[in-house]
């Protein structure tokens, strides 16, 4: 049974994920914000501007604290859920960016693009640490193992590729 209908963005929804205690919930759209929703009601709290295209992605931190999003404008922003206040704004990709993960611990960040490449970004500061680079087409997804050794990438080049996370 359908429990809501949340309505708010001017344009199509692309990416939605849930927080990890399941309170809130993130959408990001082609009209360039990320949005945050209390899911025991619906209410929107707040829209986080400051992307210049769509956003392709959304993801929580494991502890809630952080949302990261991707998008066509090449960049990954990490915005504060408590205020919804723009942290940092990581740069590096030369096309879209379409897959952000953090590691279960929460301290790295994982993009993949249409740049063909994997960033490895330290969240304290931004830092890139490592460009990850082999895959011949966009890369659609990026997941960590469950301890953060490992972090594997999937492609439009039909292979999935594992690296070595630390």
């Not at 994920?17 to 929703?37: K, N």
């Not at 709290?45 to 956003?55: C, P």
């Not at 392709?56 to 809630?64: E, K």
Request: charged fraction near 20%; charge should be negative; aromatic fraction near 4%.
């Amino acid at each position: 049974a359908l429990l809501r209908v949340l309505e708010g963005h001017t344009d199509s929804v692309i990416s939605v994920v849930f927080s990890p205690d399941g309170g809130l919930l993130a959408s990001g759209s082609v009209d360039d914000t990320v949005r945050l929703w209390r899911v025991a009601d619906g209410r929107l709290l707040r829209v986080l501007e400051g992307h210049t295209a769509s956003v392709i992605s959304v993801v929580f931190s494991p502890d809630g604290a952080l949302l990261a999003s991707g998008s066509e404008d090449h960049t990954v922003r990490l915005w504060r859920v408590a205020d919804g206040a723009l942290l940092r704004t990581l740069e590096g990709h030369t096309d879209s960016v379409i897959s952000v993960v953090f590691s279960p611990d929460g301290a790295l960040l994982a993009s993949g693009s249409g740049d063909n490449t994997v960033r490895l970004w330290r969240v304290a500061d931004g830092a890139l640490l490592r460009t990850l680079e082999g895959h011949t087409d966009d890369v659609m997804s990026v997941a960590f193992s469950p301890d953060g050794s490992i972090l594997a990438s999937g492609s439009r080049d039909g292979t999935v590729r594992l690296w070595g996370a630390r």
